[in-house]
């Protein structure tokens, strides 16, 4: 089956029932069907669970609670760090209504978690390598020179956040994901700009000078864990700041009828001192993914280029 059909064959399913744990034709633990990462969880561990990786039920309650009343009290004019995620800070251009992240802290080995990072333990991005910083600091926000270096998910060519991945991360909203397999190949329909990343079974990376946006995706299974493996990604594409070196490992396992429990190490010796490792789970939820609207030509960057050369005039003239 060719990428186009597997593309295809996802965008003609209709609505899914919640699957139904059940085993695929050759044994392994069947993980098709629609599914959300939404969390409250953040990728970091807030400063106030510091010393607490793990919250009981009822702390996460309350927690999600504050949360939920804190999200309903924001318009779209105020200053608020969703917003500003959302690149909407004070404009108005984004209110509550765009933001769907979820009620809930994501849940792993049967516990809230504060911090989608278990490893390091602090539940903190390890400090970058010099190359690193220079690297983050380039991605191409502050760069306004050419359309080509605004970011591909400011261009509506990538989403944002790295929600295709890999690393897979939920974002502000649209966090649901279609997946579709067969014995050769697996096929990630990503709801977020309509991404689709497809995973060879068993493979071989192509020569280092072949480069992909998603990389190229290597999957194989130990037991009833798919573990997929990418490299080989585009320059275009700085995972916070990654270089050309960066590979991800990824582990997808079914643990309930409604859950798979997905599982990341980022490992990139030029930009990271040592790999680290991301867990939440990605629990069922009915379809079907709508398609997503977001499309290359934003009118928008006519004016963040047009404000750039207006700042360099003013610049000029002083």
């Not at 270096?149 to 989403?159: I, K, V, W, Y």
């Given at each position: 089956?060719?990428?186009?059909?597997?593309?295809?064959?996802?965008?003609?399913?209709s609505v899914l029932?919640?699957?139904?744990?059940?085993?695929?034709?050759?044994?392994?633990?069947?993980?098709?069907?629609?599914?959300?990462?939404?969390?409250?969880?953040?990728?970091?561990?807030?400063?106030?669970?510091?010393?607490?990786?793990?919250?009981?039920?009822?702390?996460?309650?309350?927690?999600?609670?504050?949360?939920?009343?804190?999200?309903?009290?924001?318009?779209?004019?105020?200053?608020?760090?969703?917003?500003?995620?959302?690149?909407?800070?004070?404009?108005?251009?984004?209110?509550?209504?765009?933001?769907?992240?979820?009620?809930?802290?994501?849940?792993?080995?049967?516990?809230?978690?504060?911090?989608?990072?278990?490893?390091?333990?602090?539940?903190?991005?390890?400090?970058?390598?010099?190359?690193?910083?220079?690297?983050?600091?380039?991605?191409?926000?502050?760069?306004?020179?050419?359309?080509?270096?605004?970011?591909?998910?400011?261009?509506?060519?990538?989403?944002?956040?790295?929600?295709?991945?890999?690393?897979?991360?939920?974002?502000?909203?649209?966090?649901?994901?279609?997946?579709?397999?067969?014995?050769?190949?697996?096929?990630?329909?990503?709801?977020?700009?309509?991404?689709?990343?497809?995973?060879?079974?068993?493979?071989?990376?192509?020569?280092?000078?072949?480069?992909?946006?998603?990389?190229?995706?290597?999957?194989?299974?130990?037991?009833?864990?798919?573990?997929v493996e990418t490299?080989?990604?585009?320059?275009?594409?700085?995972?916070?700041?990654?270089?050309?070196?960066?590979?991800?490992?990824?582990?997808?396992?079914?643990?309930?009828?409604?859950?798979?429990?997905?599982?990341?190490?980022?490992?990139?010796?030029?930009?990271?001192?040592?790999?680290?490792?991301?867990?939440?789970?990605?629990?069922?939820?009915?379809?079907?993914?709508?398609?997503?609207?977001?499309?290359?030509?934003?009118?928008?960057?006519?004016?963040?280029?047009?404000?750039?050369?207006?700042?360099?005039?003013?610049?000029?003239?002083?």
């Amino acid at each position: 089956m060719t990428h186009r059909a597997f593309i295809l064959l996802a965008l003609v399913v209709s609505v899914l029932p919640l699957p139904a744990q059940t085993r695929t034709p050759d044994g392994h633990l069947d993980l098709e069907g629609i599914w959300t990462n939404a969390t409250v969880t953040p990728l970091e561990r807030p400063p106030q669970f510091a010393a607490k990786p793990t919250l009981t039920d009822a702390e996460a309650a309350v927690f999600e609670k504050q949360s939920a009343a804190e999200l309903a009290s924001v318009d779209g004019k105020s200053e608020h760090p969703l917003l500003a995620a959302a690149g909407s800070n004070g404009t108005g251009g984004y209110n509550i209504l765009f933001i769907d992240r979820g009620s809930e802290l994501t849940r792993v080995d049967g516990v809230k978690r504060t911090s989608l990072i278990i490893d390091p333990p602090d539940g903190k991005i390890p400090p970058l390598t010099a190359e690193g910083r220079k690297n983050f600091r380039m991605e191409g926000f502050g760069r306004f020179d050419s359309i080509k270096d605004r970011p591909l998910s400011e261009r509506c060519l990538l989403g944002f956040g790295s929600t295709a991945g890999p690393p897979m991360l939920p974002v502000l909203y649209n966090n649901n994901y279609q997946i579709v397999e067969t014995p050769d190949y697996v096929m990630i329909l990503v709801e977020m700009v309509h991404d689709a990343r497809i995973i060879r079974m068993h493979g071989q990376h192509p020569d280092s000078s072949v480069r992909f946006w998603l990389g190229d995706s290597v999957g194989h299974w130990e037991g009833d864990t798919l573990v997929v493996e990418t490299t080989n990604f585009s320059k275009q594409v700085r995972f916070h700041g990654s270089s050309e070196h960066l590979r991800v490992i990824e582990r997808f396992t079914r643990t309930a009828p409604n859950m798979i429990e997905y599982r990341a190490t980022i490992d990139d010796p030029t930009v990271f001192t040592k790999p680290w490792t991301i867990a939440y789970s990605f629990n069922a939820t009915k379809g079907p993914i709508y398609e997503y609207a977001c499309h290359e030509g934003n009118y928008a960057e006519a004016d963040i280029l047009g404000g750039a050369r207006k700042r360099d005039t003013a610049a000029a003239q002083k």
